[in-house]
T-cell receptor, first 112, second 113 residues
Framework: DAKTTQPPSMDCAEGRAANLPCNHSTISGNEYVYWYRQIHSQGPQYIIHGLKNNETNEMASLIITEDRKSSTLILPHATLRDTAVYYCIVRDSGGSNYKLTFGKGTLLTVNP | DVKVTQSSRYLVKRTGEKVFLECVQDMDHENMFWYRQDPGLGLRLIYFSYDVKMKEKGDIPEGYSVSREKKERFSLILESASTNQTSMYLC????????????FGPGTRLTVL
């Protein structure tokens, strides 16, 4: 019962912006959008999260549409080390809802 | 930096053996998690612990048990390993149960023959 839909794979040229889309049309008002990534042979790594405003940190930017039904993770200047599977996760933050439900994610390949 | 370490990166065991997977975190986090990751199925939560000696079942607890005797250490136990438990096992920790960020270890790839 997937809460998010992501393309299975994307390519990006090194140095260019990578824009990873995610659809979450059934998101509820108290659910946040989280992004994690998993580099080959490593555990997942938190990137960013947001509720309805756009967010930016040292790793990426998160753009959430006004209706909150979709979002885009932006890596402004992709490097080869950004090649990974990127997971978009919807979760009710706070309280006892601790579980992260990872779908299949998007394999981003950054090419030289 | 938070560090979550797992006792082995690769492990090969035989069917019926008792298997212990150890996880240690160094940031005094309250919560620790065990997931398994399989191709096409994503990460699935096995067990969760929110305090010493406290645990909750996740989505797939059958065939597994856990132990948390100290805050920094969370063990996953396969009482009698079976071939369908061949998988990548990932441990994670977070400051509190609803914390935004879970920190993951590097994973243990377990093969049961």
């Amino acid at each position: 019962d997937a809460k998010t839909t992501q393309p299975p794979s994307m390519d990006c040229a090194e140095g260019r912006a990578a824009n990873l889309p995610c659809n979450h049309s059934t998101i509820s008002g108290n659910e946040y959008v989280y992004w994690y990534r998993q580099i080959h042979s490593q555990g997942p790594q938190y990137i960013i999260h947001g509720l309805k405003n756009n967010e930016t940190n040292e790793m990426a930017s998160l753009i959430i549409t006004e209706d909150r039904k979709s979002s885009t993770l932006i890596l402004p200047h992709a490097t080869l080390r950004d090649t990974a599977v990127y997971y978009c996760i919807v979760r009710d933050s706070g309280g006892s809802n601790y579980k992260l439900t990872f779908g299949k994610g998007t394999l981003l390949t950054v090419n030289p | 930096d938070v560090k979550v370490t797992q006792s082995s990166r690769y492990l090969v065991k035989r069917t019926g053996e008792k298997v212990f997977l150890e996880c240690v975190q160094d940031m005094d986090h309250e919560n620790m998690f065990w997931y398994r990751q399989d191709p096409g199925l994503g990460l699935r939560l096995i067990y969760f612990s929110y305090d010493v000696k406290m645990k909750e079942k996740g989505d797939i607890p059958e065939g597994y048990s856990v132990s948390r005797e100290k805050k920094e250490r969370f063990s996953l136990i396969l009482e009698s390993a079976s071939t369908n438990q061949t998988s990548m096992y990932l441990c994670a920790s977070s400051l509190w149960e609803g914390a935004n960020e879970q920190f993951f270890g590097p994973g243990t790839r377990l093969t049961v023959l």
